[in-house]
């Protein structure tokens, strides 16, 4: 089953900019939906974007439609999560997952990565 490591967390001001990755081990990487969460403290994990293994077909969530954008390199076994003009209260852990279809829901996804701490300062 396929193992993914998120990266690319940090501290950011207010209207900033970061791109996350999650890579990915394993040769069939391009069959698989990834897709990025995320839990702010003391809430619910909510889906923020998934994109398809092929033909880069994409979900979002529509409050981050605009401001979020999500890619993959197959080539590389990495997906990326760029994240554009932060608010505070994006400030969340973001995980990313597998799945074998596009799909919002976050029991459809596994293979679950260890999580990165994206901080946005007012």
């Known amino acids: 089953q396929v193992q993914l490591v998120e990266s690319g967390g940090g501290l950011v001001q207010a209207g900033g900019s970061l791109r996350l990755s999650c890579a990915a081990s394993g040769r069939t990487f391009f069959t698989y939906v990834i897709g990025w969460f995320r839990q702010a403290p003391g809430k619910e994990r909510d889906f923020v974007a998934a994109i398809s293994g092929n033909f880069d077909y994409t979900l979002y969530t529509d409050s981050m439609k605009g401001r979020f954008t999500i890619s993959r390199d197959n080539t590389k076994n990495t997906v990326y999560l760029q994240m554009n003009s932060l608010k505070p209260e994006d400030t969340a852990v973001y995980y990313c997952?597998?799945?074998?279809?596009?799909?919002?829901?976050?029991?459809?996804?596994?293979?679950w990565g260890q999580g990165a701490q994206v901080t946005v300062s007012s």
């Open positions: 997952a597998a799945a074998n279809k596009l799909t919002k829901t976050g029991r459809e996804y596994y293979s």
